[in-house]
């Protein structure tokens, strides 16, 4: 699966440990994640079923994102099948 912003799913460390329903990998990457980004993750904030989901789980930071909300108000797939993509890189 490809997010939104062209991320594969299956790489991303939130994605892989809800879906495995890894508690201790989820504590690991909050605590690693508030470090490198700046800001508080508690272990129940890593919970994402893929930015696509309509009524899954959603990762914190994908409930506030802007290429998220572009693409479902567009109704694209990802940024590559947006007709400003080539204008805005």
Not at 42 to 70: M, P, Q, Y
Request: aromatic share 8%; hydrophobic share 30%; proline share 1%.
């Amino acid at each position: 699966m490809i997010a939104f912003c062209g991320l594969v799913c299956s790489e991303c460390p939130v994605f892989s440990a809800t879906q495995k329903d890894d508690a201790q990998h989820k504590t690991e990457i909050a605590k690693s994640w508030s470090k490198y980004y700046g800001f508080e993750l508690e272990s129940k904030d890593i919970n994402c079923d893929g930015c696509l989901t309509e009524n899954g789980r959603l990762f914190k930071h994908c409930k506030v994102c802007n290429i998220r909300a572009c693409c479902q108000e567009r109704h694209i797939e990802n940024c590559a099948h947006c007709s400003d993509f080539a204008a805005m890189s």
